[in-house]
Nanobody, 119 residues
Framework: QVQLVESGGGLVQAGGSLRLSCAAS????????MGWFRQAPGKEREFVAT????????YYADSVKGRFTISRDNAKNTVYLQMNSVKPEDTAVYYC????????????WGQGTQVTVSS
């Protein structure tokens, strides 16, 4: 079993920055992709960004491209989301996710961390 614990959420003004972290603990049996998703009130959960095992392949939603950066430190079993130039529409609960390599579905989710951007 793997546990994902997010941290770093909070209140930030529009145009500011925030860095989210997600630490994975427990036993993993394979390499895995890590990602971030978010869910705003009254909306469905949506994809934000992913990074592969080696950290050299990343994907971003168009809405965050150029503003957010995903990275990982496998020695610390941690994935990060650097959020710059945040906007009020970035307000959401941000979830960390883990997907084992070669699989299509998410294997584990974190409990989420709230990010609120004030205008």
């Amino acid at each position: 079993q793997v546990q994902l614990v997010e941290s770093g959420g909070g209140l930030v003004q529009a145009g500011g920055s925030l860095r989210l972290s997600c630490a994975a603990s427990g036993r993993t049996f394979s390499t895995y992709t890590m990602g971030w998703f978010r869910q705003a009130p009254g909306k469905e959960r949506e994809f934000v960004a992913t990074v592969n095992w080696s950290g050299d392949d990343t994907y971003y939603a168009d809405s965050v491209k150029g503003r957010f950066t995903i990275s990982r430190d496998n020695a610390k079993n941690t994935v990060y989301l650097q959020m710059n130039s945040v906007k009020p529409e970035d307000t959401a609960v941000y979830y960390c996710a883990l997907r084992y390599s070669g699989k299509s579905n998410i294997d584990y989710w974190g409990q989420g961390t709230q990010v609120t951007v004030s205008s």
